[in-house]
């Protein structure tokens, strides 16, 4: 049996999907208990797999193949399931998650849409220096900035800020370098960043160099109603990509 035989036969080492088993488009919540609430939104969903903190769902929209990967919080894990869903033959990722606000004018239950982020984290590091910008893919971007408007909800469009450390942001100073993270915090709100997050950068920076498309969209804070029209929006905007997409065949 070829190597290729093999890779096609056996699933992915962390996600345990097979190639096929996944859509061209992902959405990606970061947590395991949101999927099974977004793939609902989906035309004939199915659990494919569930494995540490990734679990994965697919189904359809407009007769499109898609799917629903949790990454887990943070970088190191959300790098492990771009590499694998693009192994698994998906191409388009879509961030769908919470997020701290960083600027007054934003409310809780806005929405966030980045089209790009600040590499506060060390995973994309590993990829490629930190010169590089992590930027979202306009086409997946202008798509969800469209079911923003279409669903009339208030939402925000720029930057986000990707970071390591949860108790880093939220209690700085018993910190042993909590003036560091302090100042580099006030320099991030001063230079205009919207929201902070802990998986953003590397989707965009990863899926850059895997020659994918990815974009995200945040919530910022917010009650489970307000949750219920993130995903919502998510999945709209999605549509809009896929129908984007499928004029441009004909």
Known sequence: MSIETLQKESPLYHI?????????YVLLPGDPGRVSIIAELLDEPRKISHNREYVTYT????????????????CPSTAIAI??????????FIRVG????????????????????????????Q?????????????????LRQAAI???????????????SFYGQHEPERMPVSGELQDRWNAWVKGGALCSEMEASTIFVVSSFLKCRAGGIMLAGGSDAELEVLLNTAVSGLKILIERDQNKLE
């Open 98 to 125: 919470t997020s701290g606000t960083m600027q007054k004018f934003i409310e809780p239950g806005d929405l966030i849409i980045a089209w790009g982020a600040i590499r506060d984290e060390y995973t994309s590091q």
């Open 150 to 164: 279409n669903n009339k909800v208030r939402h925000h469009f720029g930057l986000t800020q990707t970071k390591d």
């Open 59 to 74: 189904g359809k929209l407009f007769g499109e193949k898609v799917s629903v990967t949790s990454t887990g919080m943070g």
């Open 16 to 24: 345990e999907c097979r190639p096929g088993e996944v859509g061209r």
């Open 83 to 92: 590499e694998e869903l693009k192994m698994a033959g998906a191409d388009t």
């Open 127 to 143: 990829y490629i220096p930190l010169e590089f910008p992590a930027v979202a893919d306009l086409d997946v971007t202008l798509a």
